[in-house]
């Protein structure tokens, strides 16, 4: 080999390792930006996950996938069909209508403040992550019809997918396990906290007479209602104490006869039949109808049904009967004792909690 050939050797080799490098250098995760969440001081600061680190390009890919019908069956369907943004992510109905309008059991949960709400999901408790958490819906015969290998690959074979998927996990396969991590990023980044009693909470405006008094009927034993649903967790409104009760809503004697047996459907403990997870009280003007099983359409109908006092049943929360047993002997009966005042007052307060920014 003479000294030119060499030369051209040399360097056509060298070309094709930069050509190489570039290559492998492209192959590289990319690299990911963390999420910024805003500053809010009436709040706890938010609980952080190490095992799903929340990233501009994690949420981005989740709230894709969270308004796409591609997760469904037949494309028919999304998370946000039945969590819709305007709806504080309920969806207005009694009853979910899944793939084929097939109604479901149960009213659809809003979502707001997830992040907030590290242990259980659903109204029976029988999920702990929000990761997990997507598995249901995507294969439950209500809802979206669909299986987890059918989502795999579907998404798969669509190259957005996994070029949103390489941006936000640095890999190009695409597991159920990161569709799950993608939508709980997305979810957490659901935060509401401009609603009227923020502000008052943060010292930017006064609650009316009537809002206060209302306050004042949910914190003390007046109300009742911060045995379970508690402002010392402003995110939720969900006591610290409680992640699930029987309210009382139905006269049972034995436990099942329980229409839906609640957190017992998923334990099969009996001391469970009939108890739900404590729902969040955020943004109450947007989630009608209300309860697991969307019964009563209206708050004045909710807060009738607390007045009357709790209806009996073997696993009726205990602090709940011990209060109204109480009232028994002083009143003559179960009931709370408001006045038509009182109630306009409650569900004044109650009102307060809602943010009309968020689901804008
Ligand atoms: C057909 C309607 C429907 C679809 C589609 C649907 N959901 Fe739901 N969602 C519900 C209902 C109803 C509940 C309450 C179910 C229960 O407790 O059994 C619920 C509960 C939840 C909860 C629990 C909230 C809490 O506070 O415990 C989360 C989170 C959630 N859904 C997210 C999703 C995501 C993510 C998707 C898409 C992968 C999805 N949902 C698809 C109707 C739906
Ligand atoms: C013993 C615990 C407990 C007490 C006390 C309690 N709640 Fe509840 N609350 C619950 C549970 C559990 C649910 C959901 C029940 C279900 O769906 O079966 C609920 C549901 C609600 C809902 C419906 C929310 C939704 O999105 O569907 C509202 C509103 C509400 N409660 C307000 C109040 C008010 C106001 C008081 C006081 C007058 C009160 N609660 C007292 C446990 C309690």
Redesign the pocket.
């Known amino acids: 080999m003479n000294k030119k050939n060499a030369i051209i050797a040399l360097a056509t080799t060298l070309f094709l390792l930069s050509i190489i490098h570039a290559c492998k250098k492209e192959e590289n995760p990319p690299t990911t930006t963390p999420y910024t969440f805003p500053e809010i001081p009436n709040f706890r600061a938010i609980p952080t996950d190490i095992s799903n680190p929340i990233t501009i390009e994690g949420v981005a890919l989740g709230k894709k996938l969270?308004f796409d019908p591609i997760?469904?069956l037949d494309s028919s369907?999304?998370?946000s069909?039945?969590?819709q943004p305007q709806f504080s992510f309920a969806?207005n109905k009694i009853?979910?209508?899944?793939v084929h309008q097939v109604l479901?059991?149960?009213?659809?949960?809003a979502?707001v403040n997830?992040a907030w709400?590290k242990d259980?999901?659903?109204?029976?408790g029988r999920t702990t992550t929000?990761h997990e958490?997507?598995t249901f819906?995507?294969q439950d015969p209500?809802?979206?019809q669909n299986t987890l290998d059918e989502v795999e690959n579907r998404l798969q074979k669509n190259p957005t997918y996994v070029d949103l998927f390489w941006k936000a996990f640095g890999t190009k396969n695409i597991s159920i396990d990161l569709v799950g991590k993608a939508?709980e990023q997305y979810?957490k980044t659901l935060i509401s906290y401009n609603s009227k009693f923020d502000k008052f909470s943060r010292g930017e405006l006064m609650l009316t007479d009537s809002e206060l008094r209302g306050l004042e009927i949910f914190k003390t034993e007046k109300g009742d209602c911060f045995h379970c649903h508690s402002s010392t967790a402003p995110e939720v409104f969900i006591s610290p104490d409680r992640t699930f009760a029987n309210n009382g809503m139905d006269t049972i004697t034995n436990v099942i006869d329980f229409a839906d047996f609640g957190l017992g459907d998923f334990t099969n403990n009996l001391s469970d039949y009939g108890r739900f997870?404590i729902?969040?009280l955020r943004n109450l003007a947007f989630t009608a109808p209300y309860m697991?099983d969307g019964r009563f359409a209206t708050l004045d109908e909710v807060i009738d049904f607390y007045n009357q006092g709790p209806k009996g049943s073997p696993t009726l929360e205990p602090i709940m009967r011990e209060k109204a047993e109480k009232r028994l002997e002083t009143l003559g009966h179960w009931g709370l004792n408001l006045s038509a005042q009182d109630k306009a007052d409650l569900k004044a307060f109650l009102l307060t909690l809602s943010d009309s920014s968020f689901v804008q």
């Open positions: 969270f997760l469904s369907i999304s998370c069909s039945c969590h969806d009853k979910s209508e899944g479901g059991k149960r009213n659809a949960m979502l997830l709400q259980r999901f659903f109204w029976d929000l958490q997507i819906p995507i209500l809802e979206m939508i979810e997870k729902p969040t697991h």
